[in-house]
Nanobody, 124 residues
Framework: QVQLVESGGGLVQAGGSLRLSCAAS????????MGWFRRAPGKEREFVAG????????YYAESVKGRFAISRDNAKNTVTLQMNNLKVEDTAVYYC?????????????????WGQGTQVTVSS
């Protein structure tokens, strides 16, 4: 079993930055592919960014490319999402997810473990 705990959400003005972190425990972190998803009010959960187990290959949703950066520290069992130039439409609950298979899934259904979520609110 893997436990995931997100932190770093909050309220920020449009154009600002936030850094989300996710701490993992319960399994060797380097065996997990990690992803960030978000759910805005009235919308389905959507993929934001993902990172491979150790190679560090990264993937991003088109809506966040060039603004968000995902990274991982296998020594600290953490994955981070740096969010820059935030927009009002980035407002959502952000979830950290982990998956023990190969590759980096882009769909929520492929992930086995989820954090509780952290709220990100971007004001205009």
């Amino acid at each position: 079993q893997v436990q995931l705990v997100e932190s770093g959400g909050g309220l920020v003005q449009a154009g600002g930055s936030l850094r989300l972190s996710c701490a993992a425990s319960g399994r060797t972190f380097s065996t997990l592919a990690m992803g960030w998803f978000r759910r805005a009010p009235g919308k389905e959960r959507e993929f934001v960014a993902g990172i491979g187990r150790s190679v560090g290959n990264t993937y991003y949703a088109e809506s966040v490319k060039g603004r968000f950066a995902i990274s991982r520290d296998n020594a600290k069992n953490t994955v981070t999402l740096q969010m820059n130039n935030l927009k009002v439409e980035d407002t959502a609950v952000y979830y950290c997810a982990a998956e023990a298979g190969p590759g980096v899934p882009l769909t929520a259904s492929a992930y086995d473990y989820w954090g509780q979520g952290t709220q990100v609110t971007v004001s205009s």
